[in-house]
């Protein structure tokens, strides 16, 4: 139902503010929109499905799995070739993702399969991203990611009959109603959370995504994503006064090696050919 809502609003605003957008999503760029949308949808049911009942700490390792699956599946089906920087990248990467979550201390069944398989699945569209977004204007292919999230999030609640409540104004009206009391970002949440989620994290983050992540090799795109837990630690430490442990401050220190590593030792480009003037 969130990502019906995201969706939903983020084709709105696009439609009103930026149709100039929305007009070069041609044929072929929503079929190549539908290869990254749909591996994104199944990514996101996968995990959602798993984190209900899965154990937090390996779940949370399982999920950042992505960094290590993306160059298996560069290797074996897309012919990335994985310099020295990158693979020292991934291992260290590897190494901060245990540490932030302690994986050893649960077990794992069925919901950390989905999550595992959601990790693998979201790796699948880091290397496909590289694949089509080289083809289509970067906002058009966005655009057409929107619109695939649209459908494909509405038809389960279509199929069930709770989800089809879902669907009426009152509960609309319900959902977004802020709380009666406490601090006014605790009351509006719904409301801000949606916004930024919409607007912020989804046509600014993804049109970043589509437009710049090609000027990398898909590996290089996934261990930058590793990030991601390093920056919502220190957002809930900043924003909701989350504590801040030994754990998250050392993993965090090891993620950024990771990316550190990857630039210091990447290969040097070879000098360009001199020109008339210079021979």
Not at 150 to 177: C, N, Y
Not at 182 to 200: F, N, P, Q, Y
Not at 220 to 230: F, G, K, N, T
Request: aromatic share 14%; charged share 15%; with cysteine.
């Amino acid at each position: 139902y969130g990502l019906f809502i995201r969706s939903l609003l983020a084709l709105v605003v696009l439609g009103f503010v930026f149709i100039k957008i929305l007009r070069k999503l041609d044929r072929p760029t929503l079929a190549d929109s539908f290869k990254l949308a749909f591996p994104g949808f199944l990514g996101i049911s996968l995990g959602g499905w798993g984190l209900q009942a899965g154990t937090p700490s390996v779940v949370a390792f399982l999920t950042n799995t992505t960094v290590i699956f993306t160059p298996l599946l560069g290797i074996l089906f897309f012919k990335e070739r994985l310099t020295r920087n990158l693979i020292a990248g991934v291992a260290i990467a590897s190494i901060g993702v245990v540490i932030l979550t302690n994986p050893l201390e649960g077990g794992f069944g069925w919901p950390e399969t989905l999550v595992l398989l959601s990790a693998i699945v979201f790796a699948l569209q880091i290397q496909l991203i590289n694949v089509y977004t080289p083809r289509h204007d970067p906002g058009a292919v966005m655009a057409g990611m929107f619109f695939h999230f649209t459908w494909l999030s509405l038809l389960p609640l279509l199929f069930f009959r709770a989800g089809r409540g879902m669907l009426t104004p009152e509960f609309l009206i319900q959902v977004f109603q802020p709380l009666p009391e406490g601090r006014w970002i605790d009351r509006w949440a719904m409301t801000w959370s949606t916004l930024h989620l919409s607007l912020v994290a989804g046509i600014f983050v993804v049109w970043l995504w589509m437009r710049f992540q090609k000027e990398v090799p898909a590996t290089r795109a996934a261990l930058i994503y590793c990030m991601e837990p390093v920056f919502a630690a220190f957002t809930a430490w900043w924003i909701l006064s989350e504590a801040m442990g030994w754990r998250k401050m050392a993993s965090g220190a090891v993620l950024l090696l990771s990316n550190v590593v990857c630039e210091a030792f990447k290969p040097k480009s070879p000098d360009p050919a001199p020109g008339p003037a210079e021979s």
